[in-house]
């Protein structure tokens, strides 16, 4: 459903009404997040000079628009349409430049976080940082209903920064975000696989009535910024064009449940959570949908 949701423009920190207001939603949506010109333009530019040099490696000449905010990935459907293994090469190199993982462990993101969080001492997750492209009528990747708690588990008190690189409209697909199912802690899940694919939230469907759900369309340099037990899942890419977004992971090193295990990281780092909650994991071979 769509609904008009509150923004907000951050100042030099987080204020008590907004702090209160994601600490109730498990959400908050900035305006302006990010600068245009001095953070979004230069990681934008990198995409575009990125694919330049990876049309030249593999020796095709495909038709380019130059360089704009709107049409940064120029040629990319089309070489989306060539050669499919070369975009997943992209979306390798696009995680490698430094304007943009200088941008994920900005200052601001620390102060927000230790706002938001209530916390003195935040961490940045190192391989909890990434730049997403999920393409036109492409399903096979997008995130399933889930909580970031559950691929991270460095702690179950942290924060998703979530903000696109092209304006995302309904068409181009928000993601989805269930109100207040933050507050219903870790939810039991299915585990298929160690993947995060293969990680299913235990009666999804219930889920998904049970909480309000709101789909924000987010402007470029907005940034929405969700709590990691928060349930959200991607919405499919209904347009002509990738949607773009980049992430980036913190969470708080005073809150016990990180303590209890030594914030060991998640599933980049080699761990999964049924060694961490084997109480809330089910087996799908034992039965389970």
């Not at 423009?9 to 209160?20: G, I, S």
């Not at 990680?199 to 309000?212: C, H, P, T, V």
């Not at 998640?266 to 761990?271: A, L, S, T, Y």
């Amino acid at each position: 459903m769509t609904k008009a949701l509150p923004q907000f423009v951050l100042k030099n920190e987080p204020t008590a009404e907004e702090t209160a207001f994601f600490q109730e939603y498990g959400y908050i949506y900035y305006k302006g997040f990010f600068d245009l010109q001095t953070e979004i333009e230069p990681v934008q530019h990198g995409i575009h000079d990125l694919l330049s040099r990876l049309l030249s490696i593999k020796g095709y000449s495909l038709e380019r628009q130059g360089f704009s905010l709107g049409e940064f990935d120029s040629g990319l459907q089309e070489l989306l349409k060539k050669d499919r293994a070369a975009v997943g090469q992209l979306y390798d190199m696009c995680k490698a430049l430094p304007c943009y993982i200088a941008l994920a462990a900005h200052k601001k993101h620390e102060i927000v976080s230790r706002a938001l969080l209530g916390s003195s001492l935040v961490g940045f997750a190192p391989r909890g940082y990434g730049i997403r492209m999920d393409h036109p009528n492409e399903e096979k990747f997008l995130t399933q209903l889930h909580q970031d708690y559950i691929s991270q588990l460095c702690s179950q008190h942290g924060v998703v920064f979530w903000s696109p690189l092209r304006h995302t409209d309904q068409p181009l697909g928000p993601v989805k975000i269930f109100l207040k199912s933050h507050k219903d802690g870790v939810f039991p899940i299915i585990k298929h696989e160690h993947s995060s694919k293969g990680l299913q939230i235990q009666n999804e469907d219930a889920l998904r009535n049970r909480f309000e759900c709101i789909t924000p369309e987010v402007g470029v340099g907005d940034c929405v910024i969700i709590h990691y037990l928060t349930l959200h899942e991607s919405s499919p890419n209904l347009t002509q064009k990738t949607r773009w977004a980049m992430l980036s992971r913190y969470f708080d090193f005073n809150h016990p449940s990180g303590a209890a295990y030594g914030w060991k990281g998640g599933i980049q780092e080699g761990n999964f959570f049924d060694q961490v909650h084997p109480e809330l994991t089910v087996l799908a071979d034992a039965g389970s949908p």
